[in-house]
T-cell receptor, first 114, second 111 residues
């Protein structure tokens, strides 16, 4: 079982509805990432946090996606409104302070938009 | 052109075979390279880092060719348990801890 906790594991929603995912990283990990992985593709970075600050959100569709990490610990990723093309696995990862190249991923939240 | 490109496979090999995966990256200034492994319906996990001098971990050997901008992973004496998707990962220059993942190469080792 992954040490990075994510919920829900599965979410089915209808298009135009709002959906939220939660992530609790490994204790002490300052850097937190949200990735999206479409079936058959590699993970794509959506947003990267260093503590509570956004470091990179260049690939986050900001018209419908938002992410926060208010206290620099757990994080929430929200989609509103959801679209059919948002169906994917949303993976949260965390890493130690200082770059080592090792990200610790959660088991992911699989989203299906109908 | 994608930042990181891999042959998606699948590679179907018998147990005991040697198999090699290649990956190319577009940013010649990239400094750090990695291979991650992702089992079916599981999260990715770091398999090994790739150093300029090449590195080996048991049956796995990773190499970097900066001139050609490609990275390779060699698996010797394949085991059934090696069946997974292997993701090539690059850290672009001046982007902190950002990692760019390739689409992955699927390996299936058969008895």
């Amino acid at each position: 079982e992954a040490e990075v906790a994510q919920s829900p594991r599965y979410k089915i929603t209808e298009k135009s509805q709002a959906v939220a995912f939660w992530c609790d990283p490994i204790s002490g990990h300052a850097t937190l990432y949200w990735y999206r992985q479409i079936l058959g593709q590699g993970p794509e970075l959506l947003v990267q946090f260093q503590d509570e600050s956004v470091v990179d959100d260049s690939q986050l569709p900001k018209d419908r996606f938002s992410a926060e990490r208010l206290k620099g610990v757990d994080s929430t990723l929200k989609i509103q409104p959801a679209e059919l093309g948002d169906s994917a696995m949303y993976l949260c990862a965390s890493s130690f302070q200082g770059f080592t190249g090792e990200l610790f991923f959660g088991e992911g939240s699989r989203l299906t938009v109908l | 052109r994608k930042e990181v490109e891999q042959d998606p496979g699948p590679f179907n090999v018998p147990e005991g075979a040697t198999v090699a995966f290649n990956c190319t990256y577009s940013n010649s200034a990239s400094q750090s390279f990695f291979w991650y492994r992702q089992d079916c319906r599981k999260e990715p996990k770091l398999l090994m880092s790739v150093y300029s001098s090449g590195n080996e971990d048991g049956r796995f050997t990773a190499q970097l060719n900066r001139a050609s901008q490609y990275i390779s992973l060699l698996i010797r004496d394949s085991k059934l348990s090696d069946s997974a998707t292997y993701l090539c990962v690059v850290n672009p220059p001046r982007q902190g801890g950002k990692l760019i993942f390739g689409q992955g190469t699927e390996l299936s080792v058969k008895p």
